[in-house]
């Protein structure tokens, strides 16, 4: 257990349509990042946030937008969904900032998103 | 356009024997490297990491490898035992880490008793 929670675990939704994934972070930790993993596909970077501020930004499209809360919880959005945003989304947190290169990153079992 | 490439999607090893993992990149802003291991339903675990200025990184049955000059790492795991199968992804970052970690497609690696 690595002390990332992600809900839901599935999603089954169609096109067009609009789903919130939520994460909360390890106990401490400040930041947090999404992840999106396709089929035969690596693990995406879409975007990170640090004690509420976003701090680096990936690939994540202009659909996808995401926020951290106060209590450091996290919700990533993603709204006119298309077939091709069928994957499953990573949440993953560390201590710091990534700059001090601890190099490791607790991930959350994931949010498998299914849009038919 | 990848940058981090993990050539083999799968690799079968006998239990006991060394098991070896490739990665190449294509990034030369890269100074961090770390693997990662990930069982089906789960998250990825972080496994061990190098930074550029090693070529040589050691934890237990793990050791990690770094060629700069060829852009490789590889990952190696000696003795290869049966709780190793999983699917193993190689990941990247450049200048602390600013643009999150570029992974690879990872390798499932499977030990065969």
């Known amino acids: 257990d690595s002390g990332v929670t992600q809900t839901p675990k599935h999603l089954i939704t169609a096109t067009g349509q609009r789903v919130t994934l939520r994460c909360s972070p390890r106990?401490?930790?400040?930041?947090v990042y999404w992840y999106q993993q396709s089929l035969d596909q690596g693990l995406q970077f879409l975007i990170q946030?640090?004690?509420?501020?976003?701090?680096a930004k990936g690939n994540i499209l202009e659909r996808f937008s995401a926020q951290q809360f106060p209590d450091l919880h996290s919700e990533l959005n993603l709204s006119s969904l298309e077939l091709g945003d069928s994957a499953l989304y990573f949440c993953a947190s560390s201590v710091a900032s990534w700059g001090l290169n601890t190099g490791e990153l607790f991930f959350g079992e994931g949010s498998r998103l299914t849009v038919l | 356009d990848q940058q981090v490439k993990q050539n083999s999607p799968s690799l079968s090893v006998q239990e006991g024997r060394i098991s070896i993992l490739n990665c190449d990149y294509t990034?030369?802003?890269?100074?961090?490297f770390l693997w990662y291991k990930k069982y089906p339903a789960e998250g990825p675990t972080f496994l061990i990491s190098i930074s550029s200025i090693k070529d040589k990184n050691e934890d237990g049955r793990f050791t990690v490898f770094l060629n700069k000059s060829a852009k490789h790492l590889s990952l190696h795991i000696v003795p290869s035992q049966p709780g190793d199968s999983a699917v193993y992804f190689c990941?990247?970052?450049?200048?602390?880490?600013?643009?999150?970690?570029?992974f690879g497609k990872g390798t499932h690696l499977i030990i065969q008793p």
């Open positions: 990034n030369s802003m890269f100074d961090y």
């Open positions: 106990s401490g930790d400040l930041s």
């Open positions: 946030y640090y004690n509420g501020e976003e701090r």
């Open positions: 990941a990247a970052s450049a200048g602390g880490g600013a643009d999150g970690l570029t």
